[in-house]
């Protein structure tokens, strides 16, 4: 058994499909919706953390791909530029799951993805401009 975070991104002809309801009636995966931005009609955006057979993991991520559902990791998708990163430690302030940390021994920014929740709170609080969620 093995669980993996996953960030999907809707097109709007799939944004009414029951999909998570598939994950778990079809593929016997667990599902917890750490966020979800699903407008009919419109494209929809999920951030899930799936667990289950490893699998069942690959036969409903497949499934997803077939719809025409992107599947990403939050580490593809949420990128800190470290050239122009000063450790600064801004981002760290707004950032309530702790993703975002400066560590003790080197004060260095650390990134934790598996326990990012792409709020995006982040983004405006750098003020160099060195995170961004790539599309």
Same mark, same amino acid.
């Given at each position: 058994?093995?669980?993996?975070?996953?960030?999907?991104?809707?097109?709007?002809?799939?944004?009414?499909?029951?999909?998570?309801?598939?994950?778990?009636?079809?593929?016997?995966?667990?599902?917890?919706?750490?966020?979800?931005?699903?407008?009919?009609?419109?494209?929809?955006?999920?951030?899930?953390?799936?667990?289950?057979?490893?699998?069942?993991?690959?036969?409903?991520?497949?499934?997803?791909?077939?719809?025409?559902?992107?599947?990403?990791?939050?580490?593809? !998708? #949420?990128?800190?530029?470290? =050239? /122009? @990163?000063?450790? +600064?430690?801004? $981002?760290?302030?707004? %950032?309530?799951? &702790?993703?975002?940390?400066?560590?003790?021994?080197?004060? !260095? #920014?650390?990134?934790?993805? =598996? /326990? @990012?929740?792409? +709020?995006?709170? $982040?983004?405006?609080? %750098?003020?160099? &401009?060195?995170?961004?969620?790539?599309?």
């Amino acid at each position: 058994m093995s669980t993996k975070r996953i960030y999907l991104e809707f097109p709007p002809d799939v944004a009414e499909k029951p999909v998570v309801y598939h994950l778990v009636k079809d593929y016997d995966l667990m599902i917890n919706i750490l966020k979800a931005e699903i407008t009919p009609k419109e494209e929809g955006r999920m951030l899930l953390e799936v667990s289950g057979d490893n699998q069942n993991m690959l036969k409903g991520l497949e499934m997803i791909r077939e719809l025409g559902i992107k599947i990403g990791n939050v580490e593809e !998708k #949420l990128k800190i530029n470290q =050239e /122009k @990163c000063i450790d +600064c430690g801004s $981002c760290t302030a707004v %950032c309530l799951q &702790d993703a975002l940390v400066i560590s003790p021994l080197d004060y !260095k #920014l650390v990134f934790y993805p =598996e /326990k @990012c929740t792409m +709020c995006k709170l $982040c983004i405006p609080a %750098c003020p160099f &401009d060195c995170i961004e969620i790539e599309v």
